[in-house]
């Protein structure tokens, strides 16, 4: 019996947030408008399949943008660490 797999990209999935790569001078005023240091921002690994199709590297700063039923959209930010 032949069973037909479906491969499905974790970025095309419905549930997926949007991932983007912010530019350095955008990554610094971010840091400076929360007065963190990216070692204090949540980590993500750079093999996190939510990455895939990025040209990402560790010390980048993604943007992670979520659908929210109550506040329309949210923004987080994490730091990319070695995975």
């Known amino acids: ?27 610094e005023n971010i840091l400076k408008k929360f007065n963190v240091r990216t070692n204090q921002l949540p980590y993500i690994m750079s093999n996190d399949k939510g990455l895939e199709d990025l040209d990402i590297r560790p010390g980048d700063i993604i943007k992670i943008t979520r659908k929210s039923p109550t506040a329309g959209e949210s923004v987080y930010y994490r730091y990319v660490v070695q995975g």
């Open 1 to 27: 019996m032949s069973v037909d797999k479906k491969i499905v990209k974790v970025k095309n999935h419905i549930y997926q947030p949007k991932h983007e790569i912010l530019p350095k001078d955008e990554a």
